[in-house]
Every structure is written in C-alpha cells, then in structure tokens.
C-alpha cells in the first residue's frame, strides 16, 4: 500500500457513493476488506499520517463554522470525513480551510462533522481478520498534543476575518 493506491481506494468509494457519506464508508470497507489484513493495516496507518498533517487550528475552525461549534470529538470526525473527500479536497484545504465554503451546500455544514470514517479501516481488519479490535496492530505515528498553527477565537469577527466564505455560507 503507498499513498497512490490509499487515495485511489478513497476515490473509488466517494466516486460508488455519489455523494452519499453512509454508502460511502460502506464502499470504503468493502474494498478494504478485500485487502490481505497487512495492507488494511497500512491504509489506517497512511490516514493516520493524514489525520496527523491536518491537525491545525484552521481546519478546527473550519469544521467549527460548518458544525456552528465544534467539540474535540467532533473535529476527529471532521478530519475523517476530509480525508474521504480525496486528495484534491483535502490538499487545498490543507492549504486554505476557506476553500472547504465550495465543498458543501449550505445546509449541509453539520454532514462534516459526520462519525465513522475514521474507524472504517480497523472494522474491515476485524471482519476480514476475525480478530478483536484490541489485537489491531498499533501505529508508530505520533499524535500531536495541539493542533498546528495559529489559535483562533470563537468570537464572529476572528472567524469571519480568517475564513470569509465559510463564515458568510455556513455561519
């Protein structure tokens, strides 16, 4: 498994689901499960290392206007769901969290913060292994303890200074 072949994976299962976040972690553990249990493992180690690299406060403010607030546990959703928009997506955002404000209609800010992706990688080892979750192989990633970059402020002038088109769209 390398990086070309994590992000083909993610892009057939967003292509299968048309748009659709629940058939596309379907279509996403699908094809995972058909993986030999190595290479499961090494896809939920490569979305690790993407989770980790999009760990700044930007994007946490960006998941924060989409949801109207924003909890820790939710922003790990928020992430998920990123990384299973595809690399385009997730590089631009990378880049500029405001780029996120063309991704979602109005109305569909809070599907961000959707639970599931994250853990799709370690259900397919577990139904394709028979194994427990407890016997899933641990990752040599480390975790950061804060997000990266600048820190941002709940109040509307800050969000709507730094990220203008999430603000006026979604906020």
Known sequence: MNNATFWKIIDESLEEAEGDLDEQMEFLGEALEELDPDEIVEFDRIFLEYWVKAYTWDLWAAAYILG???SDDEFVDFLGWLICRGEKVYELALKNADSL???LDAEQGEDALIEGFQGVATLAWEHRTGKSLDDFPEHQVELPTEPKGTPWSESSDDL????PKLYRKFF
Do not use: L, S, V
Not at 160 to 163: E, G, S, V
């Open 68 to 70: 109207k607030g924003c």
């Open 101 to 103: 404000a063309n991704q």
């Open 160 to 163: 709507k200074n730094r990220f």
